[in-house]
């Protein structure tokens, strides 16, 4: 599976879209963008994944570079409910593998 | 979306006891089941995967005779701390995955079990 980077750390203030970035520059021609959140002391919440379009589900939206080399993970409106870390993953999707993580971008979202 | 539960949510034991976690797929038949362990302020670290009736394949540095898996169904699998100790306190948490056509191996996680081991 592609390496991915992350900011270590961002914050977003309540009610404004939060925007993580994810660089991704060797990821294969049939790799997927995955995010999960990490709320402290849970387990990690599937977000989103996509291949090359622009996908949009109920909690995030994702947006992927033409080159698929980097991606941006979008929550519309952060509440306080968002602050997590956040992880990107890529891997091929159906790949009977673990999931691999790094160490995300821990993003606090402040009233 | 698919659950998955584990059991208990904490622990807490003396040194030397042994530990059994339980993770369980609610509404779906996980024929691959993960086992992560995270420190405080570090990420997910994958310690053994589990295929249904097949022995578990463990990390480099896990040692097997310490942390034993059992997938014994397509619904549970099961980690036991032997003889635990201090340094094995940690959040341990589970994934499982099945395979078919509309499922494509995605994986979901457990809530994780904290284990502090005085």
């Known amino acids: 599976d592609a390496k991915t980077t992350q900011p270590t750390s961002m914050d977003c203030a309540e009610g404004r879209a939060a925007n993580l970035p994810c660089n991704h520059s060797?990821?294969?021609?049939?790799?997927?963008v995955y995010w999960y959140r990490q709320i402290h002391s849970q387990g990690p919440q599937y977000i989103i994944h996509?291949?090359?379009n622009n996908e949009t589900n109920e909690m995030a939206s994702l947006i992927i570079t033409e080159d698929r080399k980097s991606s941006t993970l979008i929550l519309p409106h952060a509440t306080l409910r968002d602050t997590a870390v956040y992880y990107c993953i890529v891997r091929v999707r159906g790949s009977q593998g673990n999931l691999i993580f790094g160490k995300g971008t821990k993003l606090s979202v402040k009233p | 979306g698919a659950v998955v539960s584990q059991h208990p949510s904490w622990v807490i034991c003396k040194s030397g006891t042994s530990v059994k976690i339980e993770c369980r797929s609610l509404?779906?038949?996980?024929?691959?089941m993960f086992w992560y362990r995270q420190f405080p302020k570090q990420s997910l670290m994958l310690m053994a995967t589990s295929n249904e009736g097949s022995k578990a394949t463990y990390e480099q540095g896990v040692e097997k005779d310490k942390f034993l898996i059992n997938h014994a169904s397509l619904t549970l699998s099961t980690l036991t701390v032997t003889s635990a100790h201090p340094e094995d306190s940690s959040f341990y948490i589970c994934?499982?995955?099945?395979?078919?056509?509309?499922?494509?191996?995605?994986?979901?996680f457990g809530p994780g079990t904290r284990l502090t081991v005085l």
């Open positions: 509404d779906f038949q996980a024929t691959t």
């Open positions: 996509g291949l090359k």
């Open positions: 994934s499982a995955s099945s395979r078919g056509s509309g499922s494509l191996n995605e994986q979901f």
């Open positions: 060797t990821i294969s021609g049939n790799e997927y």
